[in-house]
């Protein structure tokens, strides 16, 4: 897999920090997050190891240098997990920071992503990031795809937000979720060359008729220092809870947020249910 790498340039790579939103109460695998936070769930598919070891192991290979594991919700579980993880391998006391939202989580999951601001070392000028959900399951290629979108428009990224999607058919939809997931839809127009997001939208399955396709937002953004700065100061003013509610605040102001095309092979498994889990079996070939 380091063969790849080549796809990252040094700046890019250098600069390049990623962001793993852990904080969240996973309140839809209430028996299980009663206790144990959801980025820690073993998964058996995978070797049952957690969620989060998964992804963290999965980004490693593209060598990036920072990690920041927002914590909130039973955080003490988390913030243990990664000091095991780290003694039992040196090489990430480095890479992988801890970031704790004291209870600003309880806000919304933007709160728990801007608190990576208050951390000065981690949150530097220059620098962008990748934001992730530690609840969800990334396939290395899907991650392979977006880390080279990022390189490619590297100049791109110090301006305007990234975002990610699939072109998806409603069959498709309901093979991987029930009827009752709701599905992030981002409404795009072009530019010349550029894709650009008009709007997020929330969609039920059951709401999206037979015949229509949607561009699927992949849980993954894009954001330089510059547009955090942004978003933190129009959350002054605003009251949005949620990373995509603010991508519609930014282009509600005027501004662009860029959106690039994802091949819809690429897979990502949020685990909610058991539907979930009989996917991702499935998808390992158990």
Same mark, same amino acid.
């Not at 000065?120 to 530690?134: A, E, M, Q």
């Not at 949020?270 to 979930?276: E, L």
């Given at each position: 897999? *380091?063969?790849?790498?080549?796809?990252?340039?040094?700046?890019?790579?250098?600069?390049?920090? #990623?962001?793993?939103?852990?904080?969240?109460?996973?309140?839809?695998?209430?028996?299980?997050?009663?206790?144990?936070?959801?980025?820690?769930?073993?998964?058996?598919?995978?070797?049952?190891?957690?969620?989060?070891?998964?992804?963290?192991?999965? %980004?490693?290979?593209?060598?990036? /240098?920072?990690?920041?594991?927002?914590? *909130?919700?039973?955080?003490?579980?988390?913030?243990?997990?990664?000091?095991?993880?780290?003694?039992?391998?040196?090489?990430?006391? =480095?890479?992988? !920071? #801890? +970031? /704790?939202?004291?209870?600003?989580?309880?806000?919304?999951?933007?709160?728990?992503?801007?608190?990576?601001?208050?951390?000065?070392?981690?949150?530097?000028?220059?620098?962008?990031?990748?934001?992730?959900? *530690? =609840?969800? #399951?990334? =396939?290395?290629?899907?991650?392979?795809?977006? !880390?080279? !979108?990022?390189?490619?428009?590297?100049?791109?990224?110090?301006?305007?937000?990234?975002?990610?999607?699939?072109? #998806?058919? %409603?069959?498709?939809?309901?093979?991987?979720?029930?009827?009752?997931?709701? +599905?992030?839809?981002?409404?795009?127009?072009?530019?010349?060359?550029? @894709?650009?997001?008009?709007?997020?939208?929330?969609?039920?399955?059951? /709401? @999206?008729?037979?015949?229509?396709?949607? $561009?699927?937002? +992949?849980? +993954?953004?894009?954001?330089?220092? /510059?547009?955090?700065?942004?978003?933190?100061?129009? $959350?002054?003013? $605003?009251?949005?809870?949620?990373?995509?509610?603010? %991508?519609?605040?930014?282009?509600?102001? *005027?501004?662009?947020?860029?959106?690039?095309?994802?091949?819809?092979?690429?897979?990502?498994?949020?685990?909610?249910?058991?539907? =979930? %889990?009989?996917?991702?079996?499935?998808?390992?070939?158990?």
């Amino acid at each position: 897999m *380091g063969i790849v790498l080549s796809i990252l340039k040094n700046e890019v790579k250098k600069n390049l920090s #990623i962001v793993i939103l852990c904080a969240g109460e996973g309140t839809r695998l209430k028996k299980i997050t009663k206790t144990t936070p959801k980025p820690l769930i073993k998964i058996e598919p995978l070797n049952s190891i957690s969620i989060l070891y998964y992804n963290i192991k999965t %980004l490693l290979n593209f060598e990036i /240098d920072k990690i920041a594991i927002v914590i *909130g919700h039973l955080g003490v579980s988390i913030r243990e997990y990664l000091t095991t993880i780290k003694k039992n391998d040196h090489t990430l006391q =480095d890479k992988l !920071i #801890i +970031i /704790d939202t004291e209870n600003q989580y309880k806000l919304g999951p933007l709160y728990s992503f801007l608190s990576i601001t208050k951390n000065k070392s981690f949150f530097t000028r220059n620098n962008y990031y990748l934001v992730i959900p *530690g =609840d969800t #399951i990334f =396939d290395y290629s899907i991650l392979k795809e977006i !880390i080279y !979108i990022i390189s490619k428009n590297y100049t791109l990224i110090h301006k305007y937000p990234f975002v990610f999607y699939r072109i #998806i058919g %409603l069959k498709t939809l309901e093979e991987l979720y029930s009827i009752n997931r709701i +599905i992030s839809n981002a409404e795009i127009t072009k530019l010349g060359s550029e @894709i650009i997001l008009k709007k997020i939208s929330q969609l039920k399955i059951r /709401d @999206i008729l037979s015949e229509n396709t949607l $561009n699927q937002l +992949i849980p +993954i953004t894009a954001l330089s220092y /510059d547009s955090i700065n942004e978003i933190l100061n129009m $959350n002054r003013e $605003n009251l949005n809870k949620t990373i995509w509610e603010t %991508l519609n605040s930014i282009i509600f102001n *005027g501004k662009k947020v860029l959106a690039f095309e994802i091949e819809n092979k690429h897979q990502f498994y949020d685990i909610d249910n058991k539907k =979930d %889990l009989k996917n991702l079996k499935k998808k390992k070939g158990q």
